[in-house]
């Protein structure tokens, strides 16, 4: 396989996909470059990539670019966990004020924009804001943070801030459309396809491989998930539980559910069809 640039969202959401390839479980000659959500987003759209999860709203507004690896997504069936709003009262009662959202992600901000428009009828004000949650929370009503910060901050609000409101995304959005959230999908260049289609066949293969090594060996994965978090174990395997990276009917009805709201909310400018390998 000729070498290939592979993004690696670095949050514990991933370590299921990509603990086979890190570990040389399976002989591939790819070179991993790790980095949040945004920034893989960003080095793929530029050609910095030729693989990469990305943040579903980005394959929205770029979907003549890119197509969709089958079978794999990030997604979950109502509560998350790592996609959290703290907040100094509950989400409803946030009319007129602020709230800073993190930097390092862009499909959970479309999200959290949909919830408070469609689902809890609030106006808010949002600001970009680095993922510190003390810093967020000193300028601001809420926060929205992602990934390993946000089930980390959790933890340190458990144990020192009861009074801070916690507000999981993933199961306000099960509420809301009674669908899962699919919150990325891995993707290749569409030009790449076009001119290199036996590579995108093997990379296709390849990652449902690692991702059948990874569920196969959750010992490993919490292992890892711990070493890199210091989470408790029990914590990493109930959200090993969580994760899904699958992309069945459900998670495309799913998906396409998230654009309609996008749509609705003229975040993206059309209705948006999937287009993925092999279909």
């Not at 920034?39 to 050609?47: D, R, S, V, Y």
């Not at 926060?143 to 390993?148: E, K, N, V």
């Not at 495309?252 to 390998?277: C, N, P, V």
Request: aromatic share 8%.
């Amino acid at each position: 396989m000729t070498r290939l640039r592979v993004g690696q969202v670095e949050y514990l959401n991933c370590i299921p996909v990509y603990h086979a390839l890190e570990d040389g479980l399976l002989d591939a000659d790819i070179e991993l470059i790790k980095g949040p959500p945004t920034k893989l987003n960003n080095m793929f759209l530029n050609g910095e990539l030729d693989i990469t999860p990305i943040s579903s709203i980005e394959y929205a507004k770029y979907k003549d670019k890119c197509i969709i690896i089958p079978n794999m997504s990030i997604s979950a069936d109502g509560n998350v966990e790592s996609i959290l709003l703290f907040s100094h009262c509950p989400p409803t009662e946030l009319e007129g004020k602020t709230v800073n959202v993190t930097t390092s992600s862009a499909t959970s901000v479309v999200l959290l924009r949909i919830l408070f428009e469609h689902y809890y009828h609030v106006q808010v004000e949002f600001h970009r804001s680095e993922p510190n949650l003390d810093a967020m929370l000193a300028s601001a009503d809420a926060a929205l943070l992602i990934g390993d910060d946000a089930m980390l901050a959790h933890q340190a609000v458990m144990q020192n801030k009861p009074d801070i409101n916690v507000t999981d995304l993933g199961k306000e959005w099960k509420n809301f459309t009674g669908e899962k959230m699919v919150y990325a999908v891995w993707v290749v260049h569409a030009e790449l396809a076009e001119n290199n289609p036996e590579i995108v066949e093997q990379i296709s293969r390849l990652f449902n491989q690692a991702k059948a090594i990874g569920l196969a060996n959750r010992d490993d994965l919490v292992n890892k998930g711990h070493k890199r978090s210091h989470l408790p174990h029990s914590l990493l395997n109930h959200y090993f539980d969580t994760i899904h990276h699958d992309l069945g009917e459900s998670e495309r009805r799913a998906l396409l559910t998230y654009y309609d709201y996008a749509y609705k909310s003229g975040i993206i400018e059309e209705r948006i069809k999937l287009t993925i390998w092999g279909e």
